[in-house]
């Protein structure tokens, strides 16, 4: 098992920048990719961005792409998420989380960090 704990989270105004910050422990050689997800109120946890551990393969969802950036530094064993240009619409509970390898799904999960984006 992997251990997340997010931080970076605020409140912004529209048009502002945050950068959102997921330390990792435990078991991290295990780790296949990381990634972001986020959960508004009353909607369903949707897929933000993804990064491979090892590698520097990135996915974003179409709604973050060109504002948000994933990286990550693994000496630190920290993942990362720079998000400009926000939009009220972000306003969400960001998570982060990890997927083993071999695993078919993200395994181990942060217990998430507000973003709220007034306008």
């Known amino acids: 098992q992997v251990q997340l704990v997010e931080s970076g989270g605020g409140l912004v105004q529209a048009g502002g920048s945050l950068r959102l910050s997921c330390a990792a422990s435990g078991r991290t050689f295990s780790t296949y990719a990381m990634g972001w997800f986020r959960q508004a109120p009353g909607k369903e946890r949707e897929f933000v961005a993804v990064m491979t551990w090892l590698g520097s393969s990135t996915s974003y969802t179409d709604s973050v792409k060109g504002r948000f950036t994933i990286s990550k530094d693994n000496t630190k064993n920290t993942l990362y998420l720079q998000m400009n240009s926000l939009k009220p619409e972000d306003t969400a509970l960001y998570y982060c989380?990890?997927?083993?390898?071999?695993?078919?799904?993200?395994?181990?999960w942060g217990q998430g960090t507000q973003v709220t984006v007034s306008s």
């Open positions: 989380a990890a997927r083993a390898k071999g695993a078919t799904d993200f395994g181990s």
